[in-house]
């Protein structure tokens, strides 16, 4: 299955960014371990503080959330559904029919696991990263021409110009982007991924990519990967993953994600907004209010000076 | 360990409570993580980031609000031939601008690189059309206050004082239409962001943010002496609109979208922000108790900032607005 169909570049050099194509992740959770090698080796390359050594109690979980410190977050889903055509056993929680098969022989297992204990249960995992959005809020709202496009389309913070306004944290439809705190590195500035731009222009792969065992992290053309994603989603749900789905919000304002994701279920779940919009598209609403409020203000004070005095 | 040891045994409960209710409430229990989560979204976490600011930006909200307005009052009493007027609400503009900008620097992460906004002129950013904005201000205000003085002292002789008279008019004028922005622009800034509680209500907060602006900068005057009745007009138009708006606030509701506004206790502070800028203003300015109202009205001005402030850190930490805003 792995390795079929559209090749990935994950083990090739490129010329992408001499070339100007643009470049796309395209993260596939059905494949993914969850061994979250690629958050080790975006920490390693980029030199990119810790997330702090606490736990979360969510799952194998401990990363929380794409952050300042954060560039990829391997997240871990515990669902009461199948995946695919499993076949799923009394591995739950003490439902009353499973309790006598934990103790009894293994024939009884295997009777009643398959015959009468329903207790449907999933483990996804998936690799959250910098969407790159086509229309990217944090790039719009940069103040200072901070964050910019590469030659392969992904969106660039150049941390010796950000000044750390914060405009850029509440702009982003994803929840990406965010100031990081002191003491840490370079603290005060704005930080997410930055598709290892530095290592793209060397010809080299993005470390998450790089390092990832499955190819669940796939880097390569966008236009490639699009097609390898709808392929994907085809053959899993011919196995039986009948809620297998592209998130690639195309037909919003950020038409278009350059790391996209295939999911099992709903976006919600894995905390991706269902329809993203940039925030751009508030602004002509917002601006006619306030010149609106504007020139209200300006002829209310003209009024009060003519008419009482 | 056996198995019917106290702490397994307790572990069994926890379990059995967790796979019937969902949450277990109690110190250090969090088993919601556990076999079927049940928060909404991915464990409850944020969807889009709460912002990052902290007190300096609702206070320079408040500032950059009534300075901006205070020379809009004073280019009206340029035209209506009061002087004093005048001067007072130019230094209010000019003293105004200057803790703003010392605010907006405090706020950066890296306050000395805050030269890098004016690098680029971007129309499509709020942030930016704002630093541009402060800085016309700021370039009118000042030296519009200068001249002003000069002229008001008669420093020099006919020709300079004329052409000093002059500029004056032109500066003052220009530090009017830019305050205006200023004022008003503050809506569009937080109103043009990803955070549902703002976004929702982006035609609101211009118009409640400007009419702050006048209604405080009317007040301030008032307290310093100037008790004209154009002010005194003013201040009922501000309390007038502030009384509409907490009236259009109570109905505009999104349910869940914008729950942190009509559910959370931050919520309350734009309310009694509104109370204090609207009604009470209001009914203290007809009883003739105007310092009273002007009192109120600035501390509702700058509790209301605050509020709005404390509501995007409550909304944005709020996956299911962000889900709800988006069905919307």
Request: include cysteine; charge should be negative.
């Amino acid at each position: 299955m792995i390795g079929e169909g559209i090749q990935s570049t994950n083990q090739r050099k490129h010329s992408y960014v001499r070339d100007n194509v643009e470049v796309g992740f395209f993260t596939d959770p059905s494949v993914c371990i969850g061994c979250k090698a690629c958050e080790v080796a975006c920490k390693e390359w980029n030199q990119v503080p810790d997330d702090g050594f606490t736990w979360s109690g969510n799952s194998y979980d401990n990363t929380g959330h794409l952050g300042a410190s954060t560039w990829r977050h391997v997240m871990f889903l515990e669902q009461d559904r199948q995946k695919g055509n499993q076949i799923t056993g009394p591995m739950g929680l003490p439902a009353e029919s499973a309790s006598p098969a934990r103790t009894g022989s293994q024939s009884d297992v295997s009777a009643v696991g398959l015959a009468e204990a329903e207790d449907p249960f999933r483990w996804v995992f998936l690799s959250d990263v910098c969407k790159h959005c086509e229309e990217a809020g944090c790039l719009e709202a940069c103040p200072t021409g901070s964050i910019v496009r590469t030659e392969v389309g992904s969106v660039l913070v150049q941390n010796d110009v950000c000044n750390g306004c914060g405009y850029c944290v509440v702009s982003c439809p994803f929840g990406v982007i965010d100031r990081r705190p002191a003491p840490l590195m370079d603290a005060g500035g704005a930080f997410k991924c930055t598709f290892c731009y530095d290592r793209q222009k060397s010809g080299l792969v993005p470390a998450c990519a790089k390092v990832c065992p499955t190819e669940s992290i796939v880097f390569g053309r966008l236009d490639d990967l699009r097609a390898r994603g709808a392929e994907r989603v085809q053959q899993l749900q011919e196995s039986g993953y009948s809620d297998a789905q592209l998130y690639d919000p195309t037909e919003t304002s950020v038409r278009g994600i350059h790391a996209f994701f295939l999911i099992l279920g709903e976006p919600e779940a894995y905390g991706l907004p269902p329809k993203p919009q940039v925030p751009t598209i508030y602004l002509k609403s917002a601006w006619t209010s306030a010149f609106a409020t504007a020139i209200a203000s300006i002829i209310a004070t003209l009024v009060a000076f003519a008419f009482f005095s | 360990m056996t198995s019917d040891s106290p702490s397994e045994k307790r572990l069994e409960e926890l379990r059995e409570q967790a796979w019937q209710e969902g949450v277990v409430p109690g110190k250090g229990v969090d088993v919601t993580g556990g076999p079927i989560p049940r928060k909404p979204g991915y464990y409850g976490q944020p969807v889009v980031k709460p912002p990052v600011w902290t007190w300096e930006i609702p206070i320079y909200f408040f500032i950059g609000g009534l300075s901006g307005m205070s020379a809009v009052i004073a280019s009206a009493a340029v035209l209506f031939h009061h002087v004093d007027l005048a001067r007072t609400a130019m230094w209010l503009g000019a003293i105004g601008v200057i803790l703003s900008s010392i605010l907006l620097i405090m706020d950066l992460g890296r306050p000395l690189l805050f030269i890098n906004m004016l690098r680029v002129f971007k129309h499509q950013s709020a942030m930016s059309m704002g630093v541009w904005i402060l800085s016309m201000f700021g370039a009118c205000v000042v030296p519009g206050l200068i001249a002003l003085e000069l002229h008001a002292h008669q420093v020099f002789g006919d020709t300079i004082d004329q052409l000093l008279r002059i500029a004056a008019g032109i500066l003052i004028f220009g530090s009017a239409f830019f305050g205006t922005l200023l004022a008003t622009y503050t809506g569009v800034l937080i109103g043009a962001t990803a955070i549902p509680a703002w976004f929702l209500h982006r035609v609101f907060l211009p118009i409640h943010f400007g009419t702050a602006g006048l209604g405080s900068a009317a007040g301030l005057l008032e307290l310093l002496g100037h008790r004209l009745a154009a002010l005194n007009a003013l201040g009922y138009y501000a309390a007038a609109v502030e009384s509409a708006l907490l009236i259009w606030l109570s109905v505009d509701k999104h349910g869940m979208a914008d729950r942190a506004i009509h559910e959370h206790s931050s919520g309350w502070l734009i309310r009694i922000g509104e109370i204090l800028t609207g009604p009470l203003a209001l009914i203290l300015r007809f009883f003739g108790l105007v310092p009273f109202a002007a009192i109120s009205f600035l501390i509702g001005a700058l509790v209301s900032r605050f509020g709005w402030i404390a509501v995007g850190k409550v909304s944005g930490s709020d996956p299911e607005s962000v889900f709800a805003a988006e069905r919307y």
